[in-house]
Nanobody
Framework: VQLQASGGGLLQAGGSLRLSCAAS????????VDWFRQAPGKEREFVAA????????FYANSVKGRFTISRDNAKNTVYLQMNSLKPEDTAVYYC?????????????????WGKGTQVTVSS
């Protein structure tokens, strides 16, 4: 499985971006998918998760109410809509496919990782 994250960029605080995570090699319609991020000098942290069907989602407190995770299983793609971006959202964002069908929030539960896309938010 290859995961390709895209949609990152440089923008000012308050702006919006939509990240995409497209999978190739096999379908992951039966797997949960997460987004994680890693800022310079910090550990990778959980951002958002979505269950296999898209019926359940979960967010880190730091992004709740601003970010929305969704998926289109027909396109084998997961999205992360990011609104009201803040400088502290600056990080490399990674998508990951879980070993499980329901919500997982830990890196150890992830089976496949994408290469990441840079998001930089200026103040």
């Amino acid at each position: 499985v290859q995961l390709q994250a895209s949609g990152g960029g440089l923008l000012q605080a308050g702006g919006s971006l939509r990240l995409s995570c497209a999978a190739s090699g096999r379908t992951f319609s039966n797997n949960g998918v997460d987004w994680f991020r890693q800022a310079p000098g910090k550990e990778r942290e959980f951002v958002a998760a979505i269950s296999w069907s898209g019926g359940n989602t979960f967010y880190a407190n730091s992004v709740k109410g601003r970010f929305t995770i969704s998926r289109d299983n027909a396109k084998n793609t997961v999205y992360l809509q990011m609104n009201s971006l803040k400088p502290e959202d600056t990080a490399v964002y990674y998508c990951a496919v879980s070993r499980y069908s329901m919500i997982s929030t830990t890196a150890t539960a992830m089976e496949y990782w994408g290469k990441g896309t840079q998001v930089t938010v200026s103040s």
